[in-house]
């Protein structure tokens, strides 16, 4: 699916696409750090709170279902949805607010999977680097996130800090439609391609695994930070905001280190990392502590959904019925984070339901180990994850 290269598409459209991925990156993390502000004012149990989670990434599922099969309508109609779900959940009821999720989860789901799609198409060469500086700015949306709700917080003006951003969705959407965008119809000569995949399955269920992880581990954090000792009044909004700007830093390192490394040795540490830091939130003892195991986290979390992405690129362009791929890792969004807040009011420990992101690291290093196997015994070359287009029935 060539995206037509002219240099309008590329000098204005591309850097207004580029703002509306970080966009999308401060509304998905939103829930994380307004966590303990919804505990408190709905009375929310922690497994309530992780269904509120799960309603956002449900919408996300359903968006990112539709994305692949027209790129260009996916942005258009998703960005507005971004915007009216945010604007709404400034004023809704608690009840009402799992709606507002629900309508700017499918906004994310269109927006996200269309330009991650359209960032792909347009770089074979060099397609990790630039995917992981796509997903760098989505992480200074992350990073936004927090700061805007503390922000706005200190200031008594949250609701408008929504409307903030509900309106800067709205800008960036009149842009787009002003934009020299690529019509729908370079779409139509994609082949069919295999919808299902063994590559497509593959990617389906690490997508799954690893959003699920990120998802759980962002949105609880804050809650779990205020759940230790020598707790302040900030702690929540500094853990949180720890783990996005390691995410952030994470990124724009590994952007610059896949011009030089072998792509297969940074997701091979990326995942040791990643496993080290999920391991202290499991032994941490003081808000100190889940701040360190933050950072860990996320740091060795940055570079692998890019990654992942650029292996399976290929496979989801040659087909316009990949776009259940995507909904995979929303539906890990949801589920995820949900059965962590199930495992917490279950036990009465949310130290306790960290086992499940941590378990969901582990299934990706033991997946990843059976596919390094499996080219090898085939002749691949190791952790080229992606067999191409076509190439696996």
């Known amino acids: 699916m060539p995206i037509p290269a002219n240099p309008r598409l590329r000098s204005r459209l591309l850097v207004v696409l580029y ?12 829930l994380g750090p307004l966590m303990p502000l919804l505990v408190r004012r709905c009375s929310m149990s922690d497994a309530a709170a992780g269904s509120l989670v799960a309603a956002q990434f449900v919408g996300g599922f359903m968006g990112s279902l539709f994305a692949n099969r027209n790129l260009r309508g996916s942005v258009f109609l998703g960005v507005p949805l971004i915007s009216i779900g945010v604007g709404a959940l400034a004023f809704s009821s608690c009840n009402l607010s799992y709606l507002c999720a629900i309508c700017y989860g499918v906004g994310l789901g269109l927006t996200m999977a269309a330009i991650n799609l359209i960032v792909a198409s347009r770089h074979s060469e060099g397609r990790a680097s630039s995917l992981t500086l796509l997903n760098f700015l989505w992480g200074v949306g992350a990073l936004s996130s927090p700061v805007l709700v503390e922000w706005a917080q200190r200031h008594q003006c949250l609701e ?5 951003l509900s309106i800067a969705g709205l800008g960036l959407w009149l842009a787009t439609l002003l934009g020299d965008f690529p019509s729908p119809s370079v779409q139509g000569t994609r082949s069919g391609g295999s919808t299902y995949s063994s590559s497509l399955l593959f990617f389906g269920f690490l997508f799954f695994l690893y959003v699920g992880l990120e998802t759980s581990v962002g949105d609880w954090t804050a809650l779990y930070a205020t759940r230790m000792q020598h707790v302040n009044d900030s702690v929540a909004a500094a853990s949180v905001g720890c783990f996005w700007l390691a995410l952030l830093l994470g990124r724009l390192l590994n952007a610059a280190l896949l011009r030089r490394i072998p792509e297969p040795i940074i997701y091979w540490l ?42 399976a690129s290929d496979s989801m362009l040659a087909s316009r019925n990949s776009g259940w791929v995507f909904s995979s890792a929303s539906l890990g969004g949801a589920l995820v984070p949900w059965l962590t807040g199930r495992v917490s009011a279950e036990f009465g420990s949310l130290r306790a339901a960290f086992l499940v992101p941590a378990a969901a690291a582990a299934l990706i290093v033991v997946l990843s180990l059976f596919r390094l196997q499996r080219n090898l015994r085939s002749g691949k070359p190791p952790l080229t994850l992606s067999a191409g287009p076509g190439a696996e029935r």
């Open 270 to 311: 990326s995942l040791t990392v990643a496993l080290g830091g999920i391991s202290l939130y499991l032994f941490a003892h003081s808000s100190l502590q889940v701040l360190l195991a933050a950072s860990a986290t996320a740091l060795g979390l940055a570079p692998i959904f890019p990654l992942l992405l650029s292996f």
């Open 160 to 164: 408008w800090g929504l409307i903030g």
């Open 19 to 30: 703002l509306e991925f970080m966009l999308t990156g401060a509304v998905t993390t939103l």
